[in-house]
T-cell receptor, first 118, second 112 residues
Framework: GAVVSQHPSRVICKSGTSVKIECRSLDFQATTMFWYRQFPKKSLMLMAT?????????EQGVEKDKFLINHASLTLSTLTVTSAHPEDSSFYICSATLIGGRTLETQYFGPGTRLLVL | AQSVTQPDIHITVSEGASLELRCNYS??????LFWYVQSPGQGLQLLLKYFSGDTLVQGIKGFEAEFKRSQSSFNLRKPSVHWSDAAEYFC??????????FGTGTRLQVFP
């Protein structure tokens, strides 16, 4: 149980286009989802915290207009990279927490989405 | 500043050998400590965690870790490594904010 999926697993796009990444909790409802970005040989950096039905909370230095997050239901959060540029190329990972759980104990991670912007 | 350091970028061991992956942290208070494993195409999987109490914690897949406050360390150990343990390992810290701070990871390679 407690599986998180991401779609697509990898995407290549042209500079200037927008890309949407989906994060789904498959067998549980998630109050909170987190979006991370992972650079090669670097740690995962938290980008934003997304709560169902409310605006996402972005970490310092993350452009909210560049990385649009929508958490429309208890099982789906989306990250849209708007007007993507080569420097946005990265590995994006989401995680989800169980309703009623203590977040740090019950954070389940998706397999990640590799974005390459040409 | 809060940070996590994993000094070893890449470790290679023979199957059956013992393993220790190092993790040091800098945090304002005693943090919650975690070890995750990431395999290609898989999400990060929680191996074990420390919140309080016994400083030696047992996890899944035969892993254990020891919290040493005086050294600000939380090293991961396994007495006998299996080929299936080859993966990327991440140490992470957090507290009530529910935000995890990750180390840069250690890639484990296992030779038969």
């Amino acid at each position: 149980g407690a599986v998180v999926s991401q779609h697509p697993s990898r995407v290549i796009c042209k500079s200037g286009t927008s890309v949407k990444i989906e994060c789904r909790s498959l067998d549980f409802q998630a109050t909170t989802m987190f979006w991370y970005r992972q650079f090669p040989k670097k740690s995962l950096m938290l980008m934003a915290t997304s709560n169902e039905g409310s605006k996402a909370t972005y970490e310092q230095g993350v452009e909210k207009d560049k990385f649009l997050i929508n958490h429309a239901s208890l099982t789906l959060s989306t990250l849209t990279v708007t007007s993507a540029h080569p420097e946005d190329s990265s590995f994006y990972i989401c995680s989800a927490t169980l309703i009623g759980g203590r977040t740090l104990e019950t954070q389940y991670f998706g397999p990640g989405t590799r974005l390459l912007v040409l | 500043a809060q940070s996590v350091t994993q000094p070893d970028i890449h470790i290679t061991v023979s199957e059956g050998a013992s393993l220790e992956l190092r993790c040091n942290y800098s945090y304002g208070a005693t943090p919650y400590l975690f070890w995750y494993v990431q395999s290609p195409g898989q999400g990060l999987q929680l191996l074990l965690k420390y919140f309080s109490g016994d400083t030696l914690v047992q996890g899944i897949k035969g892993f254990e870790a020891e919290f040493k406050r005086s050294q600000s360390s939380f090293n991961l150990r396994k007495p006998s490594v299996h080929w299936s343990d080859a993966a990327e390992y991440f140490c992470a810290v957090g507290r009530n904010t529910d935000k995890l701070i990750f180390g840069t990871g250690t890639r484990l390679q296992v030779f038969p």
